[in-house]
DNA sequence: GAGCACTGC
């Protein structure tokens, strides 16, 4: 289990009584601003014991009171998990009862839960069944200046609440100084900005002391030509004339990593005999979580350890003994072209908030030091903070949940910051087209409100509510599971390609790669579940294939809530040719806007004719040959766009399940179709 | 012929 940021349990202080902890001293005055406005921010650093303090403060100071639960959200599972935990203990309770978690597919509390921890998507999906969240007194937003989607609509929520809801207490929780942000979001009333002058304050903010070493920060004199050359220099130097202590080497990505690590272990062996040597070792999200693991371990005596990590490790993950940082300056971040749907994965420079997470990563049990491979002038020309997720994501699933919960009109929705409008109007033109909303913008019922109610993206939510009609709902389940696992069904494998190519193509279908992954669940299922080393020797991920499972158990249940029976009898039956062509025919009237041609180069062209898209190598198509195709994602990165889970249909169908779409598109754009 | 930063329901 990997060592969280949250689970931090190594780090002696925190074994100290609660009493002596940061925050102790600020108790009375925390609870006097709970008592006396409806909003407080607070600003504390990571190991202040804002997240476990501050709730049972609030406890044992009655605010749970008439059966009332205080909430607090996280940004991940793990957090929400481990904190519950360790709150639980000093407390001295069951897990479960008078504190718990919730997060999907693990709902740990009962009726006796008073401080719940949950992650803040769920939250927002509790909005749902009770959107005045009136089972909570208090509602504690952790980790809010990550500025994740689901914390922002959150808070926008949140602020719609609070006026029909005057008691409720709300509180934002923010590491870094983006407090007088929140505060303004909660004390301007777009609605009636007249009360402002004068009127009641709304909030107050809070600073707690926290509990870090000293970091020193050094720049490089001039600028860097290669970066990851000069991190694995500047791993060397910190090596030879450096006190002990480990080193954590923030880079972008898999590629750069395992060419650092590799330079690494070549070049140490030409470390002076005798001297201390030198470790290296990747850490990215791609890892298995037994790769991840070994980063937790203790180096061997003599030995120091260098980590060469992605952006996991500045907030997700947390390495104990780091007494060195070396950041590269950059980040990979994810943006959204509303123009054409497709999403690029660039290599950005990092904010100055982001350096300062970074650097603070060394100081944890000891004074620390942190070498930022560019120059000082560099780092004031660096942006405070990221763009926020909201303003460079696909919204089309986070406006149907907001019309979902009574927001028709989500461009006048109180955002934090609001999105641009080309990405609203992009969303709303995807709910339109899959029948979502109507002419007017508004829920249709029940395919909008259904739509909204399944935990998958909207393309395939209208594919799962299709798929009734053309008899294939227990395999779109499946294939509605394993595609929302994100590319994460067979592990990487650099070593015999050959070997892995042959294994995989045991489960390839003709029709495509929705197919070949019914093809892996279905085997999954049956064999892989009980013999240990049926992922091991298919080269597949056993905790992904897992996960499926229980996700197609959960989208399962909602559909049988809608009163939509599935017939699980037919899946066993195999994928006879017309059970596979009914298939893709109901994937087609889900993914239709995800429609390519393919070109006698093996390329593949969009519905304009415009962009020139690459099967990832990962598809089936990426060495077969097709005509017409849909896929599930695509996505840009090192200058080429990919298409990843491609299925053959026939172009016909795209006109017979999406005529609107295609005919006013096949006239002003396109003469093909 | 060749590869996606990190989360979440």
Redesign the pocket.
């Known amino acids: 289990m990997a060592e969280l940021d949250l689970g931090a349990s190594f780090i002696p202080a925190l074994h100290k009584p609660a009493a002596l902890l940061p925050i102790a001293k600020h108790r009375e005055s925390l609870l006097y601003l709970v008592e006396t406005y409806p909003v407080t921010i607070v600003v504390g650093q990571t190991g202040s014991g804002k997240s476990t303090q501050i709730p049972q403060f609030l406890e044992q100071a009655g605010w749970c009171a008439d059966w009332k639960v205080i909430a607090v959200t996280q940004?991940?599972?793990?957090?929400?998990t481990t904190v519950a935990v360790r709150v639980a203990e000093e407390v001295g309770c069951e897990l479960g009862k008078e504190v718990g978690y919730s997060?999907?597919?693990e709902d740990v509390t009962s009726a006796t839960t008073r401080i719940k921890f949950?992650?803040d998507?769920?939250l927002?999906?509790e909005a749902l069944v009770d959107p005045l969240l009136t089972r909570y007194s208090v509602v504690m937003v952790d980790e809010a200046h990550e500025r994740?989607i689901?914390s922002d609509i959150l808070l926008g929520l949140l602020k719609k609440i609070r006026k029909r809801r005057p008691e409720l207490r709300i509180i934002v929780s923010s590491a870094t100084l983006q407090a007088e942000e929140f505060l303004r979001f909660f004390s301007e009333d777009a609605d009636e900005p007249t009360l402002q002058n004068g009127a009641e304050k709304v909030g107050s903010i809070i600073s707690l002391e926290g509990r870090t070493y000293p970091i020193d920060i050094l720049y490089l004199e001039s600028p860097a030509e290669d970066y990851v050359e000069k991190a694995i220099s500047t791993v060397f130097d910190i090596h030879t004339s450096e006190q002990t202590g480990d080193i954590l080497v923030f880079l972008?990505?898999?590629?750069e990593i395992e060419n650092a690590v590799q330079a690494v272990s070549e070049r140490s062996s030409q470390l002076p005999p005798h001297s201390k040597s030198l470790l290296p070792m990747p850490?990215?999200?791609?890892l298995t979580t037994e790769q991840q693991m070994y980063v937790f371990d203790e180096a061997p005596e003599n030995t120091r350890k260098v980590i060469f990590s992605?952006?996991?490790a500045e907030a997700?993950?947390t390495i104990n003994g780091i007494a060195y940082v070396v950041d590269c300056g950059f980040?990979?971040?994810?943006t959204y072209n509303p123009k054409t749907g497709i999403?690029t994965?660039t290599a950005t420079p990092v904010s100055k908030a982001s350096a300062a997470q970074r650097a603070g990563r060394a100081g944890r049990t000891k004074p620390g030091k942190c070498f930022r491979l560019y120059t000082e002038d560099a780092y004031r020309a660096l942006t405070d903070t990221n763009v926020p997720?909201i303003q460079r994501s696909n919204l089309a699933?986070f406006i149907l949940q907001l019309k979902a919960l009574g927001i028709d009109n989500v461009v006048r929705f109180d955002f934090l910051t609001p999105p641009p409008a080309e990405l609203m109007i992009k969303a709303l033109e995807l709910l339109y087209s899959l029948g979502a909303v109507d002419d007017y913008a508004k829920l249709t019922k029940p395919l909008g409100t259904r739509m909204a109610e399944l935990?998958?993206?909207p393309m395939m939510a209208k594919t799962l509510l299709s798929a009734p009609s053309f008899g294939c709902l227990s395999e779109i389940l499946t294939i509605a599971a394993m595609t929302?696992l994100?590319?994460n069904v067979?592990v990487?494998q650099?070593e015999d390609?050959k070997r892995v190519?042959s294994t995989r193509r045991k489960f390839a279908a003709e029709e495509g790669d929705h197919i070949t992954l019914l093809n892996v669940y279905q085997t999954f299922v049956t064999k892989g579940r009980k013999e240990g080393r049926f992922c091991h020797d298919n080269f597949l991920n056993f905790k992904a294939l897992t996960r499926a499972v229980s996700i197609r158990a959960q989208l399962k249940r909602y559909l049988e809530r809608f009163g939509i029976s599935v017939d699980e009898s037919l899946a066993s039956a195999g994928t006879q040719n017309n059970k596979a062509e009914q298939i893709c025919r109901c994937l087609t009237a889900g993914y239709f806007a995800h429609a390519a041609r393919m070109q006698p180069d093996?390329t593949f062209r969009n519905v304009s004719g415009g962009t020139v898209l690459?099967?990832?190598?990962?598809s089936l198509m990426?060495?077969r040959k097709a005509d017409w195709v849909i896929f599930h994602?695509v996505?840009e990165?090192?200058n080429?766009i990919?298409i990843?889970d491609v299925s053959k249909i026939e172009k016909n169908w795209l006109l017979e399940y999406a005529p609107e779409y295609y005919q006013t598109k096949s006239r002003s754009v396109h003469g093909e179709l």
């Open positions: 940004p991940r599972r793990v957090a929400a997060i999907r597919f949950l992650t998507g769920l927002i999906r994740s689901s972008t990505g898999r590629e850490l990215f999200a791609g992605t952006n996991i997700s993950v980040v990979k971040l994810r999403e994965l997720e699933p935990a998958v993206e929302s994100g590319g067979w990487q650099d390609k190519e093996g690459h099967a990832h190598p990962s990426f060495n994602e996505f990165t090192g080429k990919y990843r």
